[in-house]
């Protein structure tokens, strides 16, 4: 920690323009002096949030966000409702771009490597030490680059031009099949845009699109919209695969196949159509081969069951996706083109499935590209090369020879935020400022348009300059100027451009004021894919289930992780104890293997074994997963990081280390399914980092379902009719005797509270005063732990790293659990897992209140269970006695973190200390927030103004907040469906304020509680 910060020093921050005043001391360890604003920033009043739009720039994705700031620092990311593509949706990872933003270990400034060891240089050394080396290069000049918006791109590609060099895109989780596949089916080479919502029947071939896969919070919205239920009515999801990912946990039935056997399932339903009169044009001959008992022989499952997913398939209207980058195999072109028969002949293309070309279709390199831009490196045939957000020496496999051909160039120029494995074989290293701090833009849709503008000044521990304005600054040293000097200033002519096009009558400035508002734009266009058919193929492909190398008893699934992706996010400790969704298991690796070839191995969780591929080994351990083939094993990508700074490096295995480097064709992208391996224990045991607990409910109402067919016809809440919220057959009566309140009989409804007698105080006139509840649809919860992330960021809960996760003690205030009804692994057929966010229920007839020695729980009068932190002495009654185990206890003080990743704390919330009780306030702060507001404009809260930050996070819109009493909100109309009910309450009267709706199913189940 700090000593405090000086009054000097103070004054040259608050230079900047305020925007981090007085916060590069945060130090709470010594006192210090409040200084008032010299001269106050127009924009900034102390104690309001500030707000600004912009767009995520670590993600092809584009995600509009909405930026929370306080005195001129960022405290919070969320999704922009306004923004025309994600419409409010947000990934996980988003929610942690605030930790990627003041991370302890990014650079502090330019630095270059002499004798071996990085030292400081100033910018303008730096510049021209690089200007140098280019002029003395003669045009052999190689850019590196991963995810770049369109104005960023144009600079690059003005840069390469200006300097004679190249250009090569490197992405560790490529949709280049997906592209390749587009243009030999239709003829454009472009990524299509899938929409979910308007179908009735969805079936992924393998895609993960509720984690990695596209733009997973756009596509999860619609997702929920498609499949949750409506009026008695929702749409069907089947997911064709080896293992159950997240997606796949979410589907209504599963088809396990053999990896690879994806594509005879498609074509064979393809088949089915064309035999019922589509058209498949010039795949007509090639279906033919794929007849139905053919197709189902290949793909090892019933006849019958290709015919009746055909069958529903062409009932419309429809989806395919898929597959994912798991099921990226030496013939993973061919299968994409499957999908892609399968949507045209089913009459998707047009409808849900649309082709129009756009800029962002450009996100998709291939590795072959990089397999050139190697063999350019290795051959001396490259002087300089410059790297920009990618990062090949970690997320290539060691036999492509990507570190040996990048130490033969003679210079080595990094442009990485923070460390990483290439940066740290760079000669020198210019260090871009993280996105929040830059201008930019996206395109995420076809004429969809945003702008990614600054939330804050940079932060002054770190001395970086934008990477586009780098490039300028280089070229016109070097005589080689290219358009304006800026990245700014390209942005404003590319956007005049666009003005141009909206047409909507306003000046450039008018206009551009309200697009910095809103966060994007949608401009018109011609393109019209409603009449795109099927071409003749140009390229010759094999449909046939692709070899796997080795002879190993395993295929081996390498999926990419929904919080570290390709590894680009394995540095942030909020992604690292994150638990994941599937295996909630967080900060280390695992490998996956269903629970029979565990037994027939002699090996259960926790036990290390070796993993070796024809390519490589390694070790690590074991978690058996109802959901995997038993021939097959999953191991996760993005962990195993070797460079990632303090929290990342040395946290789990890479499993690239047992992969080839092997371009698919006709595509180029890096073949991930693509060998066999073997197991063997160890004999060594390793502690899972895990919350997962039981993985059933034990006849528990805890997650409870019911069928689609069977809505309208419950007679009651858990059972006969005319039962009440929790009643049974003796009754039900509050115990009030604490405090001189006496027994009162009550209906245990969500509106009780208080009852008759503890109505004295400010609980005297309960209809003059709110419940606040909360209503959670989990037909709708798909899972994903958005809300966990972003309950983290808005209430200051800290991480406690890998021991104390695995002792138990992590301190999240939201877990969401998982429970296996229905897994089969051996059969197509229904699938059946539920997920339950669980945090403090805020009952109205809380356990944890009476048994609190200091009072530090108590309820308020507006129905909130409240914990006074500067009165809790740590005495854990209140946790021995939730039957919801949400309250944790805080053993350390795991908020004493290095500056200025303190500079991400809420200023709204108390930063707790060690030896306290923490869990879900409802987000209070938010609640007074609004409340204070609609007093001083004289109103009441209106239904909806507070959001809370899980319901603000949810892709899904799963969760709805608000007044319980008011019988106008949408959360007391939710709490009257027939679906709603209150976990446990029926058998302790705990009498919630979260009432859960029950998931609904295609399959019976056996009673309301399973």
């Given at each position: 920690?700090?000593?405090?910060?000086?009054?000097?020093?103070?004054?040259?921050?608050?230079?900047?323009?305020?925007?981090?005043?007085?916060?590069?001391?945060?130090?709470?360890?010594?006192?210090?002096?409040?200084?008032?604003?010299?001269?106050?920033?127009?924009?900034?009043?102390?104690?309001?949030?500030?707000?600004?739009?912009?767009?995520?720039?670590?993600?092809?994705?584009?995600?509009?966000?909405?930026?929370?700031?306080?005195?001129?620092?960022?405290?919070?990311?969320?999704?922009?409702?306004?923004?025309?593509?994600?419409?409010?949706?947000?990934?996980?990872?988003?929610?942690?771009?605030?930790?990627?933003?003041?991370?302890?270990?990014?650079?502090?400034?330019?630095?270059?490597?002499?004798?071996?060891?990085?030292?400081?240089?100033?910018?303008?050394?730096?510049?021209?030490?690089?200007?140098?080396?280019?002029?003395?290069?003669?045009?052999?000049?190689?850019?590196?680059?991963?995810?770049?918006?369109?104005?960023?791109?144009?600079?690059?590609?003005?840069?390469?031009?200006?300097?004679?060099?190249?250009?090569?895109?490197?992405?560790?989780?490529?949709?280049?099949?997906?592209?390749?596949?587009?243009?030999?089916?239709?003829?454009?080479?472009?990524?299509?845009?899938?929409?979910?919502?308007?179908?009735?029947?969805?079936?992924?071939?393998?895609?993960?699109?509720?984690?990695?896969?596209?733009?997973p919070g756009t596509l999860a919205r619609g997702f929920a919209r498609m499949s949750g239920e409506d009026h008695g009515e929702k749409g069907q999801f089947v997911f064709v695969g080896p293992r159950l990912s997240l997606t796949g946990q979410n589907a209504d039935e599963w088809v396990p196949v053999d990896p690879g056997a994806e594509t005879a399932v498609a074509l064979g339903m393809a088949a089915v159509l064309v035999a019922g009169g589509a058209d498949a044009g010039p795949y007509a001959d090639l279906l033919a081969s794929y007849d139905p008992a053919t197709a189902a022989a290949a793909a090892g499952i019933e006849e019958e069951t290709l015919r009746d997913l055909a069958a529903r398939f062409a009932a419309g209207p429809s989806l395919a996706l898929g597959p994912g980058v798991a099921g990226h195999h030496r013939n993973a072109t061919a299968a994409h083109l499957a999908v892609h028969v399968l949507n045209a002949v089913g009459?998707?293309?047009?409808?849900?499935?649309?082709?129009?070309?756009?800029?962002?279709?450009?996100?998709?390199?291939?590795?072959?590209?990089?397999?050139?831009?190697?063999?350019?490196?290795?051959?001396?045939?490259?002087?300089?090369?410059?790297?920009?957000?990618?990062?090949?020496?970690?997320?290539?496999?060691?036999?492509?020879?990507?570190?040996?051909?990048?130490?033969?160039?003679?210079?080595?120029?990094?442009?990485?935020?923070?460390?990483?494995?290439?940066?740290?074989?760079?000669?020198?290293?210019?260090?871009?400022?993280?996105?929040?701090?830059?201008?930019?833009?996206?395109?995420?849709?076809?004429?969809?348009?945003?702008?990614?503008?600054?939330?804050?000044?940079?932060?002054?521990?770190?001395?970086?300059?934008?990477?586009?304005?780098?490039?300028?600054?280089?070229?016109?040293?070097?005589?080689?100027?290219?358009?304006?000097?800026?990245?700014?200033?390209?942005?404003?002519?590319?956007?005049?451009?666009?003005?141009?096009?909206?047409?909507?009558?306003?000046?450039?400035?008018?206009?551009?004021?309200?697009?910095?508002?809103?966060?994007?734009?949608?401009?018109?266009?011609?393109?019209?894919?409603?009449?795109?058919?099927?071409?003749?193929?140009?390229?010759?492909?094999?449909?046939?289930?692709?070899?796997?190398?080795?002879?190993?008893?395993?295929?081996?699934?390498?999926?990419?992780?929904?919080?570290?992706?390709?590894?680009?996010?394995?540095?942030?400790?909020?992604?690292?104890?994150?638990?994941?969704?599937?295996?909630?298991?967080?900060?280390?690796?695992?490998?996956?293997?269903?629970?029979?070839?565990?037994?027939?191995?002699?090996?259960?969780?926790?036990?290390?074994?070796?993993?070796?591929?024809?390519?490589?080994?390694?070790?690590?351990?074991?978690?058996?997963?109802?959901?995997?083939?038993?021939?097959?094993?999953?191991?996760?990508?993005?962990?195993?990081?070797?460079?990632?700074?303090?929290?990342?490096?040395?946290?789990?295995?890479?499993?690239?280390?047992?992969?080839?480097?092997?371009?698919?064709?006709?595509?180029?992208?890096?073949?991930?399914?693509?060998?066999?391996?073997?197991?063997?224990?160890?004999?060594?045991?390793?502690?899972?980092?895990?919350?997962?607990?039981?993985?059933?409910?034990?006849?528990?109402?805890?997650?409870?379902?019911?069928?689609?067919?069977?809505?309208?016809?419950?007679?009651?809440?858990?059972?006969?009719?005319?039962?009440?919220?929790?009643?049974?057959?003796?009754?039900?009566?509050?115990?009030?005797?604490?405090?001189?309140?006496?027994?009162?009989?009550?209906?245990?409804?969500?509106?009780?509270?208080?009852?008759?007698?503890?109505?004295?105080?400010?609980?005297?006139?309960?209809?003059?005063?709110?419940?606040?509840?909360?209503?959670?649809?989990?037909?709708?919860?798909?899972?994903?732990?958005?809300?966990?992330?972003?309950?983290?960021?808005?209430n200051n809960v800290p991480w406690v790293g890998e021991d104390e996760l695995a002792m138990g003690r992590d301190l999240a205030w939201i877990r969401v659990e998982r429970y296996y009804e229905i897994v089969d692994a051996h059969h197509a057929g229904p699938v059946d897992v539920r997920h339950l966010p669980m945090m403090c229920q805020h009952c109205g007839n809380a356990p944890c209140e009476p048994v609190c020695p200091v009072f530090a729980a108590y309820h308020t009068p507006d129905g909130l269970n409240g914990q006074?932190?500067?009165?809790?002495?740590?005495?854990?009654?209140?946790?021995?006695?939730?039957?919801?185990?949400?309250?944790?206890?805080?053993?350390?003080?795991?908020?004493?973190?290095?500056?200025?990743?303190?500079?991400?704390?809420?200023?709204?919330?108390?930063?707790?200390?060690?030896?306290?009780?923490?869990?879900?306030?409802?987000?209070?702060?938010?609640?007074?927030?609004?409340?204070?507001?609609?007093?001083?404009?004289?109103?009441?809260?209106?239904?909806?103004?507070?959001?809370?930050?899980?319901?603000?996070?949810?892709?899904?819109?799963?969760?709805?907040?608000?007044?319980?009493?008011?019988?106008?909100?949408?959360?007391?109309?939710?709490?009257?469906?027939?679906?709603?009910?209150?976990?446990?309450?029926?058998?302790?009267?705990?009498?919630?304020?979260?009432?859960?709706?029950?998931?609904?199913?295609?399959?019976?189940?056996?009673?309301?509680?399973?």
């Open positions: 920690m700090t000593e405090g910060i000086k009054r000097r020093d103070f004054l040259k921050v608050l230079g900047v323009g305020g925007a981090s005043a007085g916060l590069t001391g945060c130090s709470t360890q010594t006192a210090e002096t409040l200084l008032p604003y010299v001269v106050p920033p127009e924009d900034i009043t102390p104690g309001v949030a500030t707000w600004y739009t912009t767009v995520s720039g670590e993600c092809a994705s584009g995600y509009g966000l909405r930026v929370r700031t306080r005195e001129g620092r960022v405290v919070k990311v969320e999704g922009n409702p306004n923004h025309d593509a994600s419409q409010g949706a947000l990934a996980t990872h988003c929610h942690s771009a605030v930790q990627g933003l003041y991370h302890p270990d990014r650079f502090t400034g330019p630095k270059v490597r002499r004798n071996g060891a990085l030292e400081d240089i100033s910018w303008d050394e730096a510049e021209a030490l690089l200007a140098e080396r280019l002029q003395g290069a003669g045009g052999n000049v190689l850019l590196l680059n991963g995810h770049a918006g369109p104005t960023l791109s144009d600079v690059m590609d003005g840069f390469v031009s200006a300097v004679g060099g190249s250009r090569v895109r490197h992405d560790g989780l490529s949709l280049a099949p997906l592209r390749e596949a587009t243009r030999i089916a239709f003829g454009r080479d472009v990524i299509p845009h899938y929409d979910i919502e308007p179908a009735d029947f969805l079936i992924s071939f393998g895609a993960d699109f509720l984690e990695t896969w596209l733009a009459g998707n293309v047009g409808s849900t499935m649309h082709l129009s070309p756009f800029r962002a279709s450009m996100g998709a390199p291939a590795y072959g590209e990089m397999e050139s831009a190697i063999a350019s490196m290795a051959g001396g045939n490259v002087d300089v090369v410059l790297v920009h957000d990618t990062n090949p020496a970690f997320s290539l496999p060691a036999s492509s020879g990507f570190a040996e051909a990048f130490a033969q160039v003679p210079f080595k120029v990094s442009f990485a935020t923070e460390p990483d494995e290439t940066a740290a074989l760079a000669d020198l290293i210019l260090p871009d400022r993280f996105f929040l701090e830059a201008w930019g833009d996206s395109n995420p849709l076809p004429g969809v348009y945003a702008v990614q503008q600054p939330a804050m000044q940079p932060v002054p521990h770190f001395d970086a300059k934008q990477t586009g304005d780098v490039l300028l600054s280089v070229g016109a040293r070097i005589g080689r100027a290219f358009g304006p000097a800026t990245v700014f200033d390209h942005l404003v002519a590319r956007w005049q451009e666009l003005h141009a096009l909206a047409d909507t009558g306003d000046d450039f400035e008018m206009w551009w004021q309200s697009v910095l508002k809103k966060g994007s734009v949608t401009v018109p266009t011609t393109a019209d894919d409603a009449a795109v058919t099927l071409r003749e193929p140009d390229v010759a492909l094999s449909f046939d289930v692709p070899a796997l190398d080795g002879d190993g008893e395993f295929a081996l699934v390498v999926y990419p992780s929904s919080r570290f992706g390709d590894g680009k996010f394995a540095s942030r400790p909020w992604m690292l104890e994150l638990p994941d969704p599937v295996s909630k298991i967080a900060w280390h690796s695992w490998i996956e293997v269903h629970p029979d070839a565990a037994d027939r191995l002699g090996v259960r969780n926790g036990d290390v074994v070796q993993v070796a591929s024809p390519h490589g080994s390694l070790e690590v351990p074991v978690w058996t997963y109802p959901g995997i083939r038993e021939g097959t094993v999953g191991l996760a990508l993005g962990a195993g990081r070797t460079v990632a700074g303090r929290y990342g490096t040395g946290r789990g295995v890479n499993a690239l280390e047992l992969l080839p480097a092997v371009a698919e064709q006709p595509s180029g992208a890096l073949v991930h399914l693509s060998t066999r391996v073997s197991l063997t224990p160890t004999g060594e045991r390793y502690k899972l980092a895990t919350i997962e607990g039981a993985d059933t409910q034990h006849d528990r109402n805890i997650a409870p379902a019911i069928a689609l067919a069977d809505l309208g016809h419950e007679e009651g809440d858990y059972g006969e009719a005319g039962e009440g919220y929790g009643q049974d057959e003796h009754g039900l009566s509050e115990m009030q005797l604490m405090g001189g309140f006496v027994p009162v009989e009550t209906e245990g409804e969500p509106t009780a509270y208080p009852l008759p007698g503890a109505q004295y105080g400010d609980y005297a006139n309960p209809e003059e005063t709110p419940r606040w509840g909360m209503a959670i649809d989990l037909d709708k919860c798909t899972g994903c732990s958005a809300c966990v992330v972003a309950c983290q960021s808005e006074i932190y500067n009165r809790c002495v740590g005495t854990r009654y209140c946790a021995n006695n939730c039957p919801y185990k949400v309250r944790v206890f805080n053993w350390y003080t795991y908020t004493d973190v290095p500056e200025p990743m303190n500079w991400a704390f809420n200023p709204d919330v108390t930063v707790r200390q060690n030896g306290v009780m923490e869990k879900c306030s409802f987000c209070v702060q938010r609640i007074r927030d609004s409340q204070n507001k609609a007093v001083l404009e004289g109103r009441a809260v209106r239904d909806g103004e507070i959001v809370t930050a899980c319901q603000a996070s949810c892709p899904a819109e799963a969760m709805v907040f608000g007044d319980l009493r008011d019988p106008q909100s949408r959360v007391s109309q939710l709490v009257e469906n027939e679906r709603t009910y209150r976990v446990l309450d029926a058998l302790i009267n705990t009498q919630p304020g979260v009432n859960y709706m029950k998931k609904v199913t295609f399959h019976e189940v056996a009673s309301a509680a399973h």
